[in-house]
T-cell receptor, first 116, second 112 residues
Framework: GQQLNQSPQSMFIQEGEDVSMNCTSS?????WLWYKQDPGEGPVLLIA?????ELTSNGRLTAQFGITRKDSFLNISASIPSDVGIYFC????????????????FGQGTILTVHP | EAQVTQNPRYLITVTGKKLTVTCSQN?????MSWYRQDPGLGLRQIYY???????DKGDVPEGYKVSRKEKRNFPLILESPSPNQTSLYFC???????????FGQGTRLTVV
C-alpha cells in the first residue's frame, strides 16, 4: 500500500525548544491528520487538514498541508514535558479515480522525548 | 462518555488457538477499523468497515477476519494465530474515515 514517511524518527529536546517534524508521500493526499500517542494509550487527534496550503493551529501546535499535497508539517512551540509521546501523520490514500476509498494510512511515527 | 472499548487488554495465547478481540463504540459511528502497531512500522490498518455488513481489507489483512453485524461492535478474529501476529492492536471508530478517530486502549497480544 501507499506509504507515509515521517521524519525524524525520534527527537530528544530540552524543555522550551521548538520542534518540527514532517510527513511525505510519493502520491497526493486530500486530507492530512496528525495524531499523538501518549505512552500506554491509543492515539488522539491533534489537527486535521483538508485543503492544500492550509495552516491550522491548536494551542502550541501548528500544522500545514503542503502545496504539493504530498507532504505535511507539524510544529510544536515551547515544548513541555507532557509533549512526550509518538506523533503520527495519517491520511486516506486515493485510488486511481482520485477518490478516497476508506483506507487510512499512518506514518511510522516520530518519537519525541523532552528533557526538563 | 464517548469511548471505544477493547477487550481483553492483554492476552497471551498459543499458536493455532482461535481468539477474538472485541471492540465496541458508543458514539453511533459508521466507520470502524483495526490497526496493529509494531516498533518502527507505525500503525498499519488490518480491516475497516464503512457500515454494518460492509467490511474491507486494509494493508495487512492476512491471518485476520472481522465482522460487523451491528453498528457498535467490530470484533477482530484470529482463526489460527501465529507468533508473527504478536503485536499491539487498536480498534478505532469515527463518523467518516477522514474525521477524528477515537481509539480504544489497545490489546497487547503475545502468541507463543
Amino acid at each position: 500500500g501507499q506509504q507515509l514517511n515521517q521524519s525524524p524518527q525520534s527527537m530528544f529536546i530540552q524543555e522550551g525548544e521548538d520542534v518540527s517534524m514532517n510527513c511525505t508521500s510519493s502520491s497526493i493526499f486530500n486530507t492530512w491528520l496528525w495524531y499523538k500517542q501518549d505512552p500506554g494509550e491509543g492515539p488522539v487527534l491533534l489537527i486535521a487538514l483538508y485543503k492544500a496550503g492550509e495552516l491550522t493551529s491548536n494551542g502550541r501546535l501548528t500544522a500545514q498541508f503542503g502545496i504539493t499535497r504530498k507532504d505535511s508539517f507539524l510544529n510544536i512551540s515551547a515544548s513541555i514535558p507532557s509533549d512526550v509521546g509518538i506523533y503520527f501523520c495519517a491520511g486516506p490514500p486515493l485510488n486511481a479515480g482520485g477518490t478516497s476509498y476508506g483506507k487510512l494510512t499512518f506514518g511510522q511515527g516520530t518519537i519525541l522525548t523532552v528533557h526538563p | 462518555e464517548a469511548q471505544v472499548t477493547q477487550n481483553p487488554r492483554y492476552l497471551i495465547t498459543v499458536t493455532g488457538k482461535k481468539l477474538t478481540v472485541t471492540c465496541s463504540q458508543n458514539m453511533n459511528h459508521e466507520y470502524m477499523s483495526w490497526y496493529r502497531q509494531d516498533p518502527g512500522l507505525g500503525l498499519r490498518q488490518i480491516y475497516y468497515s464503512m457500515n454494518v455488513e460492509v467490511t474491507d481489507k486494509g494493508d495487512v489483512p492476512e491471518g485476520y477476519k472481522v465482522s460487523r453485524k451491528e453498528k457498535r461492535n467490530f470484533p477482530l478474529i484470529l482463526e489460527s494465530p501465529s507468533p508473527n501476529q504478536t503485536s499491539l492492536y487498536f480498534c478505532a471508530s469515527s463518523s467518516l474515515p477522514t474525521a477524528e478517530a477515537f481509539f480504544g486502549q489497545g490489546t497487547r497480544l503475545t502468541v507463543v
